[in-house]
Every structure is written in C-alpha cells, then in structure tokens.
C-alpha cells in the first residue's frame, strides 16, 4: 500500500519561512516524478512544484517561481517544499504527489494528468 505523509505545515506571518516534508512508502520512490500541489479555500487544487526521479529536473509555477524550492532526498524517501518570502495568498493546504513516470510530464505539471497517488495535506496559513 502506497502512502504519503506530509509534515511541516502551520502558522507563519507573511514574509516568513516554511519547509514542508513527504514521506512515502509502499513504492520505490527514486523511480518516479514527485510533486507539490495546494488547493486553497473555495478554488480549485493547482500545481506548485515538481520533480523528476534524480532530481536534476524542476519546474515551478509562476506564481511561486524564485520563492519556492522543491527538492528530493531518495535515501530518505522524501520531498521537501521549502518556502521563503510567503504571501498571505499562499495560505493553502498543500498536498504531495507522486507521479507514474521518471520524468516530469505536462500533463502532471497541467494537472490534465493526475498523479497516482495523493498525500493527506498539510495546512499552510499565512497572516498578513
């Protein structure tokens, strides 16, 4: 059984810093794409990150590109999100994903694709 446990997730004033962190288990982890989404109230869950097997491959989306750094430690089973200069309209709850392939896809990245499996969530809350 395939699971993924985010952590670090919480209450951060704006400008602030957070690293959010997924384990997963039940799958060989250096095998495939890992990524972050977040899904804020009352809109649709959109992409944030993503990363491919090795971690030599990332994209970002606009809205986070220069503040958000997705990267990945295969000894551990893990994918960290560390977020420095946050908004208050990055207050979400964040979710991790792993992907089906080695290599980032669009679709994953469209959201036209979506990841084999999700994580529980992780709560990001921003004060202005």
């Known amino acids: 059984q395939v699971q993924l446990v985010e952590s670090g997730g919480g209450l951060v004033q704006a400008g602030g810093s957070l690293r959010l962190s997924c384990v997963v288990s039940?799958?060989?982890?250096?095998?495939?794409?890992m990524g972050w989404f977040r899904q804020a109230p009352g809109k649709e869950r959109e992409f944030v990150a993503g990363?491919?097997?090795?971690?030599?491959?990332?994209f970002y989306a606009d809205s986070v590109e220069g503040r958000i750094t997705i990267s990945r430690n295969n000894a551990k089973n893990t994918v960290y999100l560390q977020m420095n200069s946050l908004k208050s309209e990055d207050t979400a709850v964040y979710y991790c994903?792993?992907?089906?392939?080695?290599?980032?896809?669009?679709?994953?990245?469209?959201?036209?694709?979506?990841?084999?499996?999700w994580g529980q969530g992780t709560q990001v809350t921003v004060s202005s």
């Open positions: 990363i491919n097997w090795s971690g030599g491959s990332t």
């Open positions: 039940g799958r060989t982890f250096s095998n495939y794409a």
């Open positions: 994903a792993v992907d089906s392939v080695p290599s980032l896809r669009h679709g994953f990245v469209a959201g036209s694709a979506p990841p084999d499996y």
